[in-house]
């Protein structure tokens, strides 16, 4: 569990966190979350590119559920984007199991923690969280599919249960008139100190001056007011990554424009 921290015992403080200060509480999370690992093979996710985690063509599902990470807030932490706009669970399904959809999530947050201990030892301090900002503008209910909240719900639960106090902030965008019949649903999964890091908003000029008190404007895209490049499905979605730090894994060809996406499909 230590192997993307600064020290062993920042791990443990982050489980007594997610269990609300209750010491033996925390060690049987981290021993089952250790047993979990084992169970779903992370080392073996690791091993392999999000295409062969998914089973399909890692641009397809972008089609469904666009997301990027990019850039780091003012405190160093990875940023991450998501677009619910066309967010289509029923979509993601027929593409691919959920069971597959969970393994190339677990992908991204290994991958996000990796970041984290990279920006610790870049920035000489703790990083241990991120940061993820959500725009579910012109989301419609007719995206709130049984199949949608069971996705979010799965996901949730491996967030909450192997990768606990991991959110920094949340900031949801945007959010239109059907927004708060999903965001109900939602919130009462969450833990409650997880509902005190998330942020609501419905004006555009609210959310942007915060994302770019928060995250800068260097390291917030165009499409968000910022200065850094435009985030675009042509783009995949962990390229900074793969270029920082996988480039054995991940040759050069693999994300570059037209050659990373399914072309035939």
């Known amino acids: 569990l230590s192997k993307y921290s600064l020290h062993p015992d920042l791990i443990l403080l982050r489980y007594i966190r997610a269990n609300n200060g209750h010491v033996d509480k925390a060690i049987a999370h981290m021993e089952r979350n250790i047993k979990w690992r084992h169970e779903i093979n992370v080392d073996n996710i690791l091993s392999k590119n999000p295409n062969d985690n998914l089973g399909c063509h890692l641009s397809n599902l972008i089609k469904y559920l666009p997301h990027w990470q990019t850039g780091f807030d003012k405190t160093g932490r990875p940023v991450l984007y998501k677009q619910y706009r066309d967010f289509d669970a029923t979509a993601i399904k027929k593409l691919t199991p959920f069971e597959n959809v969970i393994k190339y999530h677990v992908w991204e947050q290994e991958i996000c923690m990796r970041m984290c201990l990279e920006q610790s030892k870049k920035l000489n301090t703790i990083i241990e969280t991120i940061t993820v900002v959500i725009d579910v503008k012109d989301m419609s209910l007719r995206q709130l599919s049984s199949d949608f909240f069971h996705l ?11 990768y606990p106090e991991i959110l920094g902030r949340l900031f949801i965008i945007n959010a239109p008139s059907a927004f708060p019949v999903a965001w109900r649903v939602v919130k009462s999964w969450l833990d409650p100190v997880v509902a005190t890091k998330i942020s609501i908003y419905g ?7 915060d994302l770019l008190d928060f995250i800068g404007a260097d390291n ?11 985030l675009s499905i042509d783009t995949h979605p962990y390229s900074s990554f793969m270029h920082a730090f996988n480039k054995e894994t991940f040759p050069e060809e693999y994300w570059t424009h037209g050659m990373w996406k399914n072309e035939s499909m």
């Open 152 to 162: 979010l719900k799965i996901l949730g639960q491996v967030d909450s249960a192997q």
């Open 203 to 209: 004006n555009q000029s609210k959310w942007q001056h």
């Open 220 to 230: 917030t895209p165009m499409n968000y007011g910022g200065n850094a490049p435009a």
